[in-house]
């Protein structure tokens, strides 16, 4: 696949197109815009710098992305290692840790809505602990049937 960078900043003396620019300021034109997007789907320029293009042509600078929706998580959040939950499952018989990892606290709100209540861990008292910054073990669950026990905890 061939690729070809068009590079034009404000101020120069012809447009996106090549075209001498009358009047410095003025916004491009709907073909130009469908130009730059052209080019983008056909692979010739990135999409990133299909963006630059386009906010170069409007005479302005790229709009920052729009803040997330109230109690949305974004990636950022997501992935981020920070802080994470410690869950260590322990076997009752021999007290040995079955399970031992740890999860972004992101990664937590992201699916804590898909644990079921019937788990048996409070997820409001996890959430709070998050939220007030503490660290250290924040709930303990033995399931003496299962021969179980959790720990949960903010590293």
Same mark, same amino acid.
């Given at each position: ?53 386009? @906010?170069?042509?409007? =005479? ?13 998580? /974004? &990636?950022? %959040? ?39 209540a019937s788990a ?8 709070? @602990?998050?939220?007030? =910054? ?13 021969? /179980? &026990?959790? %720990?949960?905890?903010?590293?």
């Amino acid at each position: 696949m061939e690729h070809s960078m068009v590079r034009w900043t404000p101020g120069d003396s012809t447009d996106a197109a090549g075209n001498p620019s009358g009047d410095k300021d003025a916004m491009a034109t709907a073909e130009e815009r469908m130009a730059i997007l052209r080019m983008i789907e056909q692979g010739k320029i990135s999409a990133e710098d299909g963006a630059r293009l386009l @906010a170069a042509l409007g =005479g302005r600078k790229q709009a920052a992305p729009p803040p997330p929706a109230s109690g949305a998580t /974004t &990636r950022g %959040e997501v992935f981020d290692t920070s802080r994470g939950l410690r869950i260590r499952v322990y076997d009752l018989v021999n007290n040995q840790a079955k399970v031992n990892v740890s999860v972004p606290v992101g990664l937590f709100r992201l699916i804590q809505r898909f644990i079921p209540a019937s788990a048996g861990v409070d997820l409001a008292q996890i959430e709070q @602990a998050i939220e007030s =910054g503490a660290i250290g073990r924040i709930v303990e669950v033995v399931d003496n049937e299962g021969g /179980t &026990r959790v %720990e949960i905890g903010i590293e």
